[in-house]
Each structure stands twice: as C-alpha cells, then as structure tokens.
C-alpha cells in the first residue's frame, strides 16, 4: 500500500475514535454548560488544564521512544515495549500514592478544602490514562488502527452515557424515586465531580480492554537499556511539558491573575473553558493526525521519497486545517449553540485558539527534524522558549485583557515556535516544505473569514449563505491551487 495512502487511511481510522468518537464527547460541553454555573464549569477547566501537565510527566516521553527504538538493529520490539511499560507502571503507582499521602493540604492550596476527593480520583484518572498510553502505541506501531479505534470509541461512549446518568438520570430518579437505592446512593453535593468519576470509571474499563497487550508481560528492567531509553525519551518530557504550558497555562494560572474576586475568575475561567472548546475540531484534527502522523514519519525515514512525502503532508495538513477553521468560524452562529447563553460573550476567543491549534498542527510536522536525526535536546529547547513565551505573554496580557489575552498568547507561542523549527529544519534536515501553499491557504482562510462580516452587513445577505459562498470558495481555490502540479505530473506519466 502507498505509504501517504496509508497515512490517510489510519488517519481517518484514528479519526473515528479522536475527531468522532471525541466530537460525541464533545456534546457533553450543552450538558455542562447548561447544567452547571460558570464558576463550577471553572472548577472542570482548571482541573483539566493540570492533568496535561501531569499527563506529559507521567508518560515519560516513552511513546516515541517506544517508537524510535522498536526497529532498530539489535534490539527486540517486545524487549523494548517491556522495559517501558515496566518504568511507566511503577511511575504511577508512586504517584498515586504520593496524591493519597498529600490531598487535604493540596485540596487546600487548590480552594477546594471540601472536595479532597476529587485529587485522589484524578490521580487514578492519569495513572489509568498514563499507564495504557504505552498498549496504544504498540497498537498503532503494528498498525491496529482498527482496535486502538474500538477501544477509544468504548472510552468515549461509556464517558458519555455514565455522564448522563449521573447528571441527568440520577436527580430525576432522586425525585421521583426518594426512597430507591439510586436516589440514597446519589450526593448532589459532589456536583462536578461526577464528572471526573465518569472519566474514571471509562478509563478503568479502557484498561480492562487492553488486557491482551498486557499479557505476558514480567516485572522487569534492563538498566542499561533504560539508560538508552530514558535519555532519548526523557528529552520529550521537556518537550512536552513546555507544550502543555503552551495549551494548558493559560487555564491553570487564569483563576489567579485575572483583576477580580477569586468567585468571578472562576465565572471568567469557565466562559473562556467551554469557548476553548469550541475550537475542539481543529485540536481533534491535530491530534489524529499526530497518531498516524508519527509512526509514519519514522517508518518513511531513510526511504528515498521520504522528504518528497513530508512536504506533501505538510500541504495537505493545511489545506484542511483551514478548512476546519472555516467551517467553525463562518457558522459559528450555529456552533454557539453548543454553550449555554451565559457563556457565549467569549465567542470572541474562537478564531485566534483556531488559528492557534492549526500552527500547532504545522509545528508538529516540522518537529520530525529533531526526532528523525535523534535532536530530542534541541528539541527541547524550541518547546522551552516557546513555553518561555507564553508565560510572559500571560503573565503580561491577562491583566490587561483577560482571557483574551491568554488566546492571544497561545497563538504568539505556537507562530513562532513553527518559525523556529522551521529554521532549525533546514540546517539539520532541510525539506522543501511548500511554503507558497502554506501561506496562500493562510491568507485565503483568514480573508474570507474577516470578509463574511462585509458581506452581511453592506450587501444584506443571509448569514448561511454568506457562511456557504466562503467555504465554497476555499474549496474552489484549494482544488485550483493542487490542480496544475497533480496535471503537470500526471502528463509526465504518460509520456
């Protein structure tokens, strides 16, 4: 099979379980948005912006060293699967702990002295997501696109239906039904948390599920594989937690730098939560394309069509990025429907975290120059500064201008981290990226995005037809713009 073929296939595969399976889990947003206050909708965005730092910590950067190491010469695949799967589970399992030793003080310097719990049921939530972190890149390494899409699917809807029973089929019962075993068992009192314990419960079942990859597996540690392992791996911890700085800072620091009483920035932080998730298209984009796009990567290295191959990627990845950002912002009269009323004044913050996520998107194409010539260190480097950043750019624009600010900073970072790399890439592993395209579909995107507004208003169309003519339009000059070059080489062919 064509290598770019297949790489669109799992894409689409892995798409099913991230863009799909996670845009159902997405509807849960109208369920909390409506359900609960901003202030309490804060509570959930904070909680979750520090599980992705934790999350980075935890998985130990060793999926893709899992992924760089599995192939080479004179190592064994399942050698190396054990080894890290060993470290990752011991990891965990100290974490847990320590959360456990450390709740009431931490529940404390959180503001949430009456719900210690909820630290003790995140922690179970990061060390399950952590530790079956490694099972799903050995499943996406083999190209089990399928069963790692079956999986997640299962995750995502048991999430889905325990939320629902919890926030919506448990209050009714507990009226209708005071004196029934549900109606005494349920404590409205834990409010959001029943949140978290329906992650948790889908993420132990996800677990079970991944059992077969499991199997067989001892207790045991080469130390000198480890320290080849660790070395190369340990780099993207770096790397990956100045990344969560670049996505997650923002919500974790929100509730203390913005210029109010601390019950209003949690009302600011949940309005800036749930419009964050409207850009989730794109995130989800970004992310499905990173579980196919990695072990691609390193399997087309050495090939000689490889950087012919990256550089076609790289079109095609922004060519429906854009388009994505198109379809959420010239019908964002219909996607505001997805937040309660109270929430929707930070509509404006949509289009920039778009953009943010799509150079997000690019920068993880570009990143293959450290990992393909082994750079995990000056890798490093790039994720730093751009964390570096972002935190001034926060620590200066939330004060100034709220939440807005923060959008603003995750793009600033993400831009210029793709410039950086982009530079760092030519010297260390040069690929003629289409830049022209690059740009153009940039440009077109944020024209007709910035232009649906003029047509409205001076030439008094209808908001969906002036939405459908961009979009129609995008899609007219995308096709115009791959059109030549695909004629050109097929011409070539024939002669």
Request: glycine share 8%.
């Amino acid at each position: 099979m064509n290598p770019l073929r297949q790489l669109i296939s799992q894409t689409a595969i892995y798409g099913l379980s991230s863009i799909l399976g996670r845009f159902l889990n997405y509807l849960l947003v109208p369920l909390y948005t409506y359900t609960f206050s901003t202030g309490e909708y804060g509570v959930v965005s904070e909680f979750y912006a520090y599980a992705g730092f934790f999350a980075v910590v935890l998985t130990s950067g060793l999926e893709t060293g899992y992924f760089r190491f599995r192939k080479q010469e004179g190592l064994d695949a399942n050698e190396v699967y054990t080894n890290a799967l060993c470290f990752l589970v011991m990891v965990n399992i100290l974490f847990v702990a320590l959360m456990a030793y450390i709740k009431t003080p931490a529940a404390e310097w959180l503001h949430y002295p009456q719900h210690p719990e909820y630290l003790i049921w995140f922690s179970l939530i990061l060390a399950l997501d952590a530790i079956t972190a490694l099972p799903f890149a050995r499943l996406r390494a083999e190209n089990r696109a399928w069963r790692f899409a079956g999986i997640k699917m299962t995750e995502i809807l048991l999430t889905i239906g325990l939320n629902l029973f919890f926030l919506l089929a448990c209050p009714k019962i507990q009226t209708l039904w005071p004196d029934s075993l549900i109606a005494k068992w349920y404590d409205p009192a834990i409010g959001v948390g029943y949140i978290f314990l329906a992650n948790l419960v889908a993420s132990g079942i996800k677990l079970a599920l991944l059992y077969p990859q499991f199997k067989g597996i001892r207790f045991y540690m080469d130390r000198r594989f480890m320290r080849t392992l660790l070395s190369y791996s340990l780099p993207m911890i770096i790397i990956g937690f100045a990344g969560m700085v670049n996505e997650m800072l923002d919500r974790a620091i929100l509730k203390y730098m913005l210029p109010y009483d601390l019950d209003t920035n949690l009302q600011m932080l949940g309005i800036y939560g749930a419009c964050y998730k409207l850009s989730i298209l794109m995130t989800l984009f970004v992310q499905a394309f990173r579980y196919a796009g990695e072990p691609f990567f390193f399997n087309m290295a050495g090939r000689a069509d490889a950087k012919r191959a990256y550089a076609m990627v790289m079109n095609f990845f922004v060519l429906f990025g854009v388009f994505i950002f198109l379809v959420v912002t010239l019908y964002i009269g219909l996607f505001k429907y997805f937040i309660g009323e109270p929430f929707r004044e930070g509509l404006k913050v949509v289009p920039i975290l778009l953009i943010a996520n799509l150079f997000l998107g690019i920068y993880v194409n570009l990143s293959i120059w450290y990992k393909l010539t082994d750079r995990t260190g000056l890798g490093a480097w790039v994720s730093i500064a751009g964390a570096g950043l972002t935190a001034a750019l926060n620590f200066w624009w939330i004060p100034l201008c709220g939440y807005e600010g923060s959008a603003w900073a995750t793009l600033a970072c993400y831009a210029f981290m793709v410039f950086i790399s982009w530079l760092l890439g030519r010297h260390y592993y040069p690929i003629d990226y289409p830049i022209g395209k690059v740009t153009g579909y940039l440009t077109i995107g944020i024209l007709l995005y910035l232009g649906k507004p003029y047509i409205v208003t001076e030439y008094q169309w209808n908001e969906w037809l002036a939405a459908t003519l961009g979009l129609t339009v995008y899609i007219a000059l995308a096709v115009l713009m791959n059109l030549g070059p695909f004629l050109r080489r097929r011409k070539l062919r024939q002669m």
